[in-house]
């Protein structure tokens, strides 16, 4: 399942932000906890950590989704706050057409909202919060227990959550699951759209290594932050000891590595772009971490046979019918590498890609330009769009 919550989200009002400050739910880096480091209001947490309440009422934070889309879940982490966990949570969602015109910026440390952002913060449509989650227990921060999972079944589009708990206190990390959901009845058949893009549904469904970064970060937002934001796989055992290249110069290896991905919409893809962004080379030492060479292939499948494939890792004996889309293409190192015109096989309607990296390496992005086509097979998440 791709995180919705990676992908620059904000927030945009916290009730208070005393010890720790909310943005802190929001980073990509796991927790850390430094016994030595204390702020002027009290004990530096890598977290959002609110004061001890005095007074009725709760503490709350709205938090902007940088991805709009169907909320499969969510993981609550505690790590590291024991004594000063929030002991309760619940979570609301809305899908706010108006995007609140005001965000809590810099380091709001020692902060509480002001009666103005309060006054700003009710203008936002509070009929339209729906509870995702009821208040439930948290388990403290401790290591074999700081992940609180929850599972939501709503299937509505969402923009914006508001997490609350009850009465104080702090959480770590917030992790947002869902799959991108876009209106397909706005976008032309005629308009070119990166079909597997997060934003428009693409979904990571199999793999055969996500060692140093998972494949689903290929279908991210904007251009990859640095190396941990793409694919990257470990170097595979199997190198061969002396290397051998074609007639094109791509090395000639038996082992690689895949990732398949499900498109947001069927469609027919016509421009690619592989993009190896900050997985360079030093040709002095020859060491190279961007793939020798990739090449994708594409196929259409139902929702019950990918299904099937995925129950099945993709290791039936009958296997997918995969069609080259891209043939084997040579790669740089830190490039956008762009397909067009004959490059791209036409292979008219599909659902599914597999974009295969020989022997090994990493890539930051991938993007499939295409054309959607409706009444062709359709997902569960896609049926409301068609
Ligand atoms: N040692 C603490 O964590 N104290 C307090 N919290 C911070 N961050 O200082 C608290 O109990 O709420």
Known sequence: MNKLLTLSLKVIFATDEWFAPARNLLKRDPPEFIASAFTEYGKWMDGWETRRKRIAGHDWCI????????????????????GNYAPYTSIQAACLDQMPSFTL???RTGMAASPSQFEAVAQLNT????????????????????????NVTYPHRVTHIR????????????????????????????????????????????????????????????????M???WETARRLDRPKVLKVNEKGILQVRGCEWA??????????????????HFKENSYFNLRN?????????????????????HNQWRSDKPPKWRILLSPQKLKAHHRHLFSGES???CGPVTHVRLVIAPDGGVSRLRLWGRPVSNYLTHPQQISKL
Not at 69 to 77: A, E, L, N, P, R
Not at 127 to 150: A, R, T
Request: net charge negative; charged share 20%.
């Open 260 to 277: 398949i991905l499900r498109l947001g919409h069927p469609g027919i893809i016509s421009k690619i772009e592989v993009d190896t962004n």
């Open 63 to 82: 938090i902007q989704l940088g991805v709009p889309g169907i909320i499969h879940g969510f993981d609550v982490d505690t790590s590291f706050f024991t």
């Open 290 to 310: 961007f793939p020798d060479s990739c090449k994708i292939e594409a196929c259409s499948l139902t929702p019950d046979e990918e299904n099937n494939f995925i």
């Open 344 to 346: 791209v096989v036409q």
């Open 127 to 150: 009929d339209s919060w729906e509870e995702l989650v009821p208040m439930i227990k948290l388990n403290p921060g401790y290591s074999e227990s700081c992940h609180n999972y929850l």
């Open 163 to 226: 997490l609350n708990i009850y009465p104080d206190g702090g959480i770590a990390r917030l992790k947002v699951y869902g799959i991108g959901k876009t209106d397909w009845s706005t976008v032309s058949s005629q308009d070119l759209v990166d079909l597997v893009a997060l934003v428009n549904g693409g979904v990571c469904v199999g793999y055969s290594d996500a060692h140093f970064g998972h494949p689903r970060n290929m279908i991210g937002l904007g251009r990859a932050d640095n």
């Open 105 to 107: 910026e810099g380091d």
């Open 228 to 230: 941990g934001d793409g």
